[in-house]
């Protein structure tokens, strides 16, 4: 959303580390996917056709991971209650 530049002093970034920055507002960004996440969401009318394809991936990958949290978040709640529910009949 903001177009002005970002210095590290706004993010954690390690003295060491080579982050990938947003070629258009300079954000430092962990792994190529966030960075193609950001663009795609902030910078969406400044992309090209790679860009697009990368955010399109980025997007899906990330689809695909929350799904399977919310999987494994249903089964841990389901377990949850039957544990409770034999607490409750046995005690
Ligand atoms: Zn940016």
Redesign the pocket.
């Known amino acids: 959303m903001t177009t002005e530049p970002l210095d590290d002093t706004a993010f954690d970034v390690p003295e060491d580390a080579a982050p990938s920055r947003?070629p258009?507002?300079?954000?430092p960004f962990v792994r190529e996917e966030l960075l193609a996440l950001?663009?795609g969401y902030?910078?969406a009318d400044t992309l090209g056709e790679t860009a697009i394809a990368a955010f399109e991936d980025a997007y899906e990958a990330e689809s695909d991971r929350l799904n399977v949290f919310r999987l494994k978040a249903l089964l841990a709640l389901i377990v949850l209650y039957f544990l409770l529910l034999m607490t409750y009949a046995l005690v």
């Open positions: 947003c258009e507002c300079g954000r950001h663009r902030d910078h």
